[in-house]
């Protein structure tokens, strides 16, 4: 890495801790002049209050991390200054809880909220400052997107279109076959690119330009395949001298299959006592309604595809399947009800599925339950697909909180299969926190285009080399 690659890095680092450590302050200052004199029988040594600070420190760090807070590279204002609003809250609520059980009674939590407000301003004014500051110290790359296929090419366009700030795009080239590398390299120089984006290219076409890069110091943005995801968690050993790679079907363990059981089983049970009111209210509003059924009940896929039914509260009329033709939710569905625009929208209609993680057809964290129908016509399309089932469907998961209602089938495929290869207890504690950011995110529930079925794009484009 050049030395002037190594102080950006260092300066966009300075600059993510900088709002960091302006909250702590900003918490310390709150602390010492009002919540440390309210100390049961009596206060903190200087030892004390420092920990305290610096718990608040990290506990910050973490939850401004996990919500993206600090992605200055690819967030947006807006999309900064929501991050930081969520991390916020989540911070001070955690803190809060940490004086009370230090004061040992009920103490205001006005001084904490103004706080909060103080902290949100702060993050809103360094979020505009450190989006523009990133933009002059990364200028935009000029980006050349390499691709094989029509759908690549789109999904490619995509990033680089919506990432404007951090790319510009200097043409497109379409490798097909196995094309010398001296066709890429003199369009590089042609149109002056000093980035590669790869997107749907074979094995040997990618490894070949990505080993050229490395050797020419060129920047490359890669569009994983299936089997990229696959071998990532494939385990490297020494046989007969020679490094092999062992991949095989998840399997993860006891301990953790153990803990993870767990975890469902109390999060399921606290989750069903403080949902009780709004699950009553729900039931009510939707009987009051139409007079119809409360639950929505639907036979769903979950691990080694076994069928079991799902629980939700209704949401569509009672008739919304009346032709027999299972499809997803499109933009400005008719088949939802007034009640089911607003439950939709705030998540209302997915708590009955904590009865299903109770009984243990759901996992808290998992990919999603797909129904047999719609799987079906996936896998004809993709028969990879098939490769999400190997650990039990969940309520959440990577694909839920990192995409959307309508994303692509093959891109939700890819982010099922990150989670196959990484789940463990901290995986699942990150998407579980995570997943308190989409709460409110409506892009996050989008329907499927209108007319559509499932949310497969054009056809058999999606289907890309293993």
């Known amino acids: 890495m050049s030395h002037e690659k190594q102080w950006k890095n260092a300066g966009l680092f300075l600059l993510q801790v900088s709002i960091v450590v302006i909250n702590t ?23 004390g209050d420092y920990l305290l600070v610096l718990l608040y420190l990290c506990l910050s760090g973490v939850m401004t991390k996990l919500y993206g807070g600090v992605d200055l590279k690819t967030s947006r204002i807006s999309e900064l200054i929501y991050s930081h609003v969520v991390a916020i809250f989540i911070t001070n609520a955690l803190m809060y809880i940490v004086i009370l059980l230090l004061t040992r009674r009920p103490k205001s939590i006005l001084p904490l909220l103004l706080v909060t407000v103080m902290e949100i301003i702060a993050s809103a004014i360094w979020s505009y400052m450190a989006n523009h500051l990133t933009n002059r110290l990364f200028k935009a ?30 043409g497109e080239l379409k490798l097909t076959g196995q094309e010398a590398i001296d ?24 490894n070949d330009i990505i080993k050229y890069c490395v050797e020419n110091d060129i920047k490359a943005y890669v569009r994983p395949n299936i089997g990229d ?25 006891l301990f953790y299959v153990a803990m993870k059981r767990a975890m469902d089983i109390v999060i399921s049970l606290i989750g069903l006592v403080i949902a009780s009111p709004f699950l009553l209210v729900t039931a009510i509003a939707i009987k009051a309604y139409d007079h119809g059924p409360v ?12 069928k079991f039914k799902i629980l939700k509260f209704r949401s569509m009329k009672v008739d919304a399947e009346k032709d027999g033709v299972a499809r ?58 098939s490769l999400r089932l190997q650990v039990k469907a969940g309520l959440t998961g990577y694909a839920q909180v990192y995409g959307k209602y309508n994303t692509e089938p093959y891109d939700k495929l890819q982010m099922d299969l990150m989670y196959v290869n990484q789940m ?42 293993l």
């Open 25 to 47: 302050i900003l918490f310390a200052a709150i602390w010492y002049a009002y919540y440390k004199g309210q100390m049961w029988g009596t206060t903190f040594y200087r030892k």
């Open 141 to 170: 790359a000029d980006v050349l997107l390499v691709y094989d296929n029509e759908e690549a090419f789109k999904n490619g366009k995509e990033i680089v279109d919506r990432l404007a700030w951090r790319f510009k795009s200097v």
């Open 183 to 206: 066709k890429l390299v003199s369009k590089m120089k042609e149109t002056g690119a000093s980035a590669l984006m790869l997107c749907g290219l074979t094995s040997t076409q990618r």
């Open 229 to 253: 995801f696959i071998i990532s968690n494939a385990k490297t050993v020494q046989m007969a001298n020679l490094p092999v790679m062992i991949c095989e079907r998840a399997t993860p363990s």
């Open 295 to 306: 639950f929505y009940k639907q036979v769903r896929l979950t691990k080694n595809g076994r």
């Open 328 to 385: 997803l939710s499109s933009e400005n569905d008719d088949r939802i009800t007034p009640v089911g625009k607003v439950i939709r929208a705030c998540r209302i209609d997915e708590l009955p599925q904590l009865i299903n993680i109770l009984k243990g057809d759901l996992a808290v964290v998992g990919p999603r339950p797909e129904r047999p129908e719609i799987a079906t016509q996936y896998v004809k399309e993709m028969p990879e697909f």
């Open 424 to 465: 463990g207890l901290v995986s699942d504690v990150k998407i579980i926190l995570a997943t308190i950011k989409i709460l409110f995110m409506p892009e996050s529930t989008e329907g499927i285009a209108e007319g559509s079925t499932t949310a497969m794009g054009t056809g058999k484009e999606n289907k890309m080399i």
